[in-house]
């Protein structure tokens, strides 16, 4: 089988959401599947690192697809015509877009519908292109893949996509996460925090992630309770913005709140493991990694209880209003004062945990794209 992927997340230094899923199953799609030939396709240079075994074939398609009108040039021109010369059986677009001009079988994974239900948080340069087009997308793509059950009846519901068209596959914990002993919990803490235990969000700076509400309820958890206890933020600034620096400039505590920008993949999981629990009440996900990773490093979680979230984190997570100060407040309280609960969820994390599997992952998603291919 001839299997074409679009790799132009796979960025060196700069993987996020959309890079880490495609890595974490493409390279275990690609060392389990040495009898198939993977096409990759790039939109820039492409680093060694991603082309995982001599079965794959990196191919770079221009133009560099960060804009619209470039997105429909490489989409709906460039990618349609290597599909053809490539002879690929089935193409794999794991970013939340499609081609809509090739004929090959195509399989995309939606991870959200936020540019449709959330579209004023989407950057007004692309706002107009995903609203038009993710339906379009969804509906040619022969199978949707998408990351939760929440989403994948979200799918259906919003955009009239028959439900056994969608397969719910789950994402899992990438590789380095896991529990660290008293001293190298020490040693993170003296480095990024004085010492001193803290919460830790890991995510894009951005307002549908709740940052400004976080900062907020943070301020007044620290001024009912004076802990000695800082609030870490891991993540790149996203666009709209304005909130976040407001919210962090009208708190009495601000001395106590860090922004660390994009923390590489080797300080990430010393971070997670370090903290005294991972807080992270977005208003809407897909899926919400920070949470699985927490849990691999033996962390108690607080999350939201909307969208996807309860159903990643079952009952091995304080539950939230996202919308409610005093409830996240309580909640870092309750985490703060409460070693009982804190190692509750600990230990229920450990079984949660299980759920979720990136060679399971793979071995479906590598599935699915057999059955499409073959017309199944």
């Known amino acids: 089988m001839r299997i074409a992927v679009n790799t132009r997340f796979l960025i060196p230094g700069q993987l996020e959401g959309f890079g880490w899923y ?3 199953i493409m390279r275990r799609m690609v060392i389990q599947h040495p009898e198939d030939q993977f096409i990759f396709f790039f939109d820039r240079a492409y680093d060694p690192r991603f082309v995982y075994a001599p079965n794959v074939k990196p191919i ?6 960060r804009l619209p009108v470039l997105f429909r040039i490489w989409f709906e021109w460039a990618v349609p015509r290597a599909l053809i ?12 877009m499609c081609s809509l001009r090739s004929k090959v079988p195509a399989v995309m994974t939606c991870h959200d519908l936020v540019p449709l239900h959330f579209p004023n948080q989407i950057e007004k340069r692309h706002r107009t292109y995903l609203l038009e ?6 509906r040619r793509a022969n199978r949707v893949i998408t990351v939760s059950e929440f989403v994948k009846t979200d799918i259906a519901q919003t955009c009239q996509i028959p439900i056994d068209k969608i397969d719910a596959v789950y994402n899992a914990c990438r590789e380095g996460f896991s529990p660290l002993s008293s001293s190298e919990i020490e040693a993170v803490r003296q480095q990024y925090a004085d010492g001193q235990s803290y919460f830790f969000y890991a995510g894009a700076i951005h307002p549908r992630k709740n940052v400004p509400r976080m900062i907020e309820a943070f301020d007044i958890f620290k001024q009912e309770t004076k802990a000695p ?3 870490l933020l891991a993540g790149r600034f996203a666009w709209q913005t304005g909130e976040v620096k407001t919210a962090w400039e ?3 505590c601000k001395q106590d709140i860090r922004f660390l920008g994009y923390v590489d993949e080797d300080a990430l999981p010393k971070l997670t493991a370090a903290s005294l629990a991972s807080v992270y009440i977005s208003i809407s996900e897909g899926f919400g990694l920070p949470l699985v990773e927490a849990m691999a490093c033996q962390v108690p979680v607080m999350t ?3 969208s996807c979230l309860p159903e990643v984190a079952g009952d091995a997570a304080l539950l939230v209003d996202p919308y409610s100060l005093e409830a996240i407040a309580d909640g870092m309280n309750s985490l703060y004062s409460n070693a009982q609960l804190r190692n509750e969820l600990i230990e229920k994390g450990k079984t949660q945990l299980e759920k979720y599997d990136w060679d399971k992952a793979a071995e479906k998603v590598y599935q699915i794209l057999k059955d499409t291919a073959s017309g199944a």
């Open 133 to 138: 087009n993710l339906p379009k997308w969804l």
């Open 250 to 252: 009208q708190a009495a």
């Open 85 to 96: 010369k490539q002879h690929a059986d089935v193409f794999f677009s794991p970013d939340s």
């Open 304 to 306: 939201s209880n909307t």
């Open 60 to 65: 770079v398609l221009y133009p560099p697809a």
């Open 22 to 24: 495609t890595h974490e």
């Open 229 to 231: 206890v800082k609030l």
